[in-house]
């Protein structure tokens, strides 16, 4: 009997200390979405944006001011550092879907599937005025589950429609 008891200690003992580590986690996660959320907004305020859509990926979020015609992205590089940039729309000549594949040996394809191979998806912006193209990433492999891959593919979709629809919007009739 003594043997159960110790038994069922030792498991309660796994189980408490598991749950104490994903609760760890939970806090650090939330802690983290918090400060890039809050440097999100004091970003916002401090270019005079209002945001009409946003949309929260891993480590980034995108935020449109469709009345200013911008782009803000945030991107928490890690604990203390952000890297941001304002995309104006006024600016770019086009936005397209990138796909990057690692490398695919010959053959490869009998047997597994090209997402297989698929490393990142991304929100490409190609600039009129010779401007180095900026890419937002939606998808990492390395951070992402492939069975997400869809999800992420689809917001990136949605945001190309929106920007290609205020790109050809403004442009005007000679």
């Not at 935020?63 to 782009?71: T, W």
């Not at 593919?153 to 790109?167: G, N, P, S, V, Y």
Request: charged fraction near 25%.
């Amino acid at each position: 009997m003594s043997t159960i008891i110790v038994a069922a200690i030792l498991i309660g003992a796994i189980v408490a200390i598991c749950l104490l580590l994903i609760s760890i986690d939970n806090k650090q996660k939330h802690k983290q979405m918090n400060q890039l959320l809050n440097r999100f907004s004091e970003l916002g305020t401090s270019h005079n944006l209002s945001f009409s859509s946003q949309n929260v990926l891993n480590n980034c979020i995108i935020g449109l001011d469709g009345i200013n015609r911008k782009l803000l992205v945030l991107t928490q590089i890690d604990n203390t550092s952000f890297d941001d940039c304002v995309v104006d729309l006024d600016e770019v000549k086009n936005c397209t879907i990138k796909k990057h594949y690692g490398n695919i040996k010959p053959g490869d394809l009998k047997n597994k599937k090209l997402e297989t191979y698929l490393e990142r998806v991304s929100l490409h912006f190609d600039f009129h005025n010779g401007k180095e193209a900026i890419e937002v990433p939606f998808y990492k492999h390395a951070e992402n589950s492939i069975y997400h891959l869809e999800d992420f593919e689809h917001r990136a979709q949605h945001w190309k429609q929106i920007l290609t629809k205020m790109l050809n919007g403004s442009k005007k009739i000679a």
